[in-house]
């Protein structure tokens, strides 16, 4: 199964060639994967989120970090400024010890098929404990949440 974020374009994300400019690209994936995997630390019951995949706590007083330790983006085409949200299909690749594969499809809007895809993109992260800045294990209720998330890694074209 994937989840599907709508992300809203910025005018700003367009740089002088008419397209959505590759540092906006980051943000995007950055945008759609808190979205999706991070919850207010203000809720009393994570549980509560809107997403089920919402389960790492993002408050400032959060005992546990996100760190990116690789990003790999393939531009599969440039893409304009589009007003509808885009989509962003997003799933897990891989859930490790303490570490995650999120892959991403960045697409154009679901509401106005056949939907284009622009963008090819995984990121690794790894849960730290912000305590003693060591990665920490997925939790079992993290795990759980994520799991029916997982799906095959996508094959990204490479260049010898």
């Known amino acids: 199964m994937r989840l599907h974020v709508p992300i809203q374009l910025r005018w700003s994300d367009l740089d002088a060639y008419g397209h959505v400019n590759n540092a906006s690209m980051l943000k995007i994936l950055e945008e759609a994967r808190v979205f999706a995997f991070w919850v207010d630390g203000d809720l009393a019951d994570p549980g509560q989120a809107e997403w089920t995949t919402a389960v790492i706590d993002a408050s400032p007083s959060t005992r546990t970090k996100s760190v990116i330790s690789r990003q790999e983006i393939e531009y599969v085409r440039s893409m304009p400024y589009i007003r ?3 989509d962003v299909e997003l799933w897990i690749g891989h859930l490790g010890g303490a570490s995650l594969d999120v892959y991403y499809e960045i697409k154009s809007p679901l509401a106005a098929p056949p939907q284009v895809t622009f963008v090819k993109a995984s990121t690794t992260l790894v849960l730290v404990d912000a305590e003693t800045e060591r990665p920490r294990r997925i939790l079992p209720h993290e795990r759980e949440a994520w799991e029916p ?5 996508l094959v990204f074209r490479r260049r010898a």
């Open 84 to 86: 509808q949200p885009i």
């Open 149 to 153: 998330y997982l799906d095959d890694p």
